[in-house]
């Protein structure tokens, strides 16, 4: 038996929330994304918040409100999304990233809207900074936890993102599970942490998996006080 940690927790910590899609412009009227709808990364801003933390939202386009008590500030691209997260590093304390950045954006972007053609459209991609990548290269004393949409090979694809990115934590969500992931209000998530202990959870609301996740902070951030 575990005890819950006395509220509020998380007081005087400053967290930076990553949430949402990001949306990488071909022309004034299309763009390539990716599927989320950010309810995670809200959840977990605002619970922090509950928990008496300093939360920075840095959200793409979703269709939700603004979480309670937090500051949202809005991106569109992945490269925005990297300039607003990097400014703040130096002085968070601890950075999630539920944000599904989009790993690629279209190399040329027309300032007009492109015609329709005969036959097949062949669109040339370049790479977009990892942010989180980036975060684990520059960081001194702040924890970084990710989190990994996988379709196979959970627990192996996620160790392998938090060992490449030096995270301190992984969240890994199977998204092929018809009752977690996208656009769903539940979840079904195993924590996995640097060194490679790891913890499944059983299915649940993005909410509770929220709370249990900002005890675990709790839980990172002591462990490293002492
Ligand atoms: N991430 C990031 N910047 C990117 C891509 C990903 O910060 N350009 C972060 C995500 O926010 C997430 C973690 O890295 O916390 C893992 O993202 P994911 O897309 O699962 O992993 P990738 O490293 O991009 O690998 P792949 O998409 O090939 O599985
Ligand atoms: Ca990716």
């Known amino acids: 038996f575990v005890p819950r940690p006395s509220s509020p927790y998380l007081k005087g910590k400053k967290l930076l929330v990553t949430a949402g899609p990001t949306q990488e412009k071909m022309d004034p009227v299309r763009y390539f994304t990716n599927r989320s709808s950010g309810k995670m990364g809200y959840a977990i801003a605002e619970a922090a ?4 933390a300093d939360v920075t939202l840095i959200s793409g386009p979703t269709a939700l409100g603004a979480p309670r008590g937090v500051e949202t ?7 925005e999304m990297y300039q607003e997260v990097i400014e703040r590093f130096e002085e968070t304390d601890v950075v999630i ?20 053609a005969e036959g097949e459209w062949t669109v040339t991609f370049v790479r977009n900074p990892d942010i989180l990548q980036e975060l684990g290269k520059r960081k001194t004393h702040q924890l970084l936890v990710g989190f990994a949409a996988e379709t196979e090979h959970l627990q192996d694809f996620a160790m392998q993102k938090l060992e490449k990115k030096q995270l301190d934590m992984i969240v890994a969500n199977n998204v092929a599970a018809p009752d977690a992931g996208f656009s769903v209000d539940t979840n079904r998530v195993t924590f996995i942490y640097k ?4 913890k499944d959870l059983e ?8 709370e249990a996740l900002c005890e675990e902070l709790d839980i990172l951030l002591k462990s490293r006080a002492s």
């Open 203 to 210: 299915l649940m609301s993005k909410q509770k998996v929220a």
């Open 73 to 79: 500030i809005y991106v569109t691209s992945a490269q």
């Open 97 to 116: 990233k539920t944000a599904a950045v989009a790993d690629y954006r279209p190399k040329t972007v027309s300032e007009q809207k492109i015609k329709k």
């Open 195 to 198: 060194g490679g202990a790891s």
């Open 49 to 52: 918040a509950q928990q008496g």
